[in-house]
């Protein structure tokens, strides 16, 4: 189940900045490829996500229940099975590294991918990321202003550095599908997912083959100029 839940969250997050990329697409009159349609959908939900959190303090799970409209109007312009493919279509192209992080987490587990790397900032993402889950930004603030322990003010001031990541692993622990060590890590499989698709688009620039770019994507994505 829980492998299920991580592929239906990252399949969820390329279908909603899919229909975030056609809305700029459709409304600039551009033409766009899909990867490109992908990413701007991606930057389009950060500059929205953020703009909410900090100016408009609505409820995380708020952004998501507006995109409901969006899905309805691209239902009349287009068959939904249609963009239904057009996801799976991606996640095959990002098979490789997605059964890769599933690997990962069959044969290490929760441990392993809590303690990976640098775990102090990976736990100040997670603790700051539950944080937003519960307070809103004035929230926040108030506490950080009301409150005299040192520890806890240093900790609620995390909320101001790259607050992007912990707003995003905080609206994936919103649907209570995962738990919040293996919501960072579904971020985490998000963010490789779209450098891998953004890569690959730029590679195909220059290829002009579909395999070349996959590979040199899928090599970029693995080397150390990512990682």
Same mark, same amino acid.
């Given at each position: ?88 279509? !991606?996640? #095959? +192209?990002? *098979?490789?590294?997605? @059964? /890769?992080? $599933? =690997? ?26 539950? !944080?937003? #889950? +519960?307070? *809103?930004?004035?929230? @926040? /603030?108030? $506490? =950080? ?83």
């Amino acid at each position: 189940m829980l492998f299920i839940n991580i592929i239906l969250l990252v399949f969820s997050a390329l279908l909603i900045f899919y229909y975030l990329g056609k809305i700029l697409d459709y409304f600039l009159n551009t033409r766009f490829d899909i990867y490109e349609i992908i990413i701007l959908g991606f930057s389009t939900f950060v500059f929205l996500v953020n703009l909410n959190f900090f100016y408009f303090n609505f409820h995380l799970l708020f952004l998501i229940i507006i995109l409901i409209p969006i899905f309805f109007f691209f239902k009349i312009k287009k068959k939904l099975k249609n963009d239904f493919k057009i996801i799976l279509n !991606l996640l #095959k +192209k990002s *098979s490789i590294l997605i @059964i /890769l992080f $599933l =690997i990962i987490i069959f044969i290490y587990g929760e441990q392993f991918i809590v303690f990976r790397g640098n775990f102090y900032d990976y736990f100040s993402y997670l603790s700051t990321a539950l !944080l937003i #889950k +519960k307070f *809103s930004y004035n929230e @926040i /603030l108030y $506490l =950080i202003a009301s409150n005299s322990d040192d520890s806890f003010i240093n900790y609620a001031n995390f909320v101001f550095a790259r607050p992007t990541a912990q707003i995003l692993i905080s609206i994936i622990n919103s649907t209570k599908l995962l738990n919040i060590f293996y919501s960072g890590y579904t971020f985490k499989l998000i963010c490789v997912v779209l450098t891998q698709l953004a890569a690959y688009s730029f590679f195909y620039q220059y290829t002009k083959n579909n395999k070349d770019a996959n590979f040199l994507s899928l090599g970029f994505v693995l080397s150390f100029f990512y990682f």
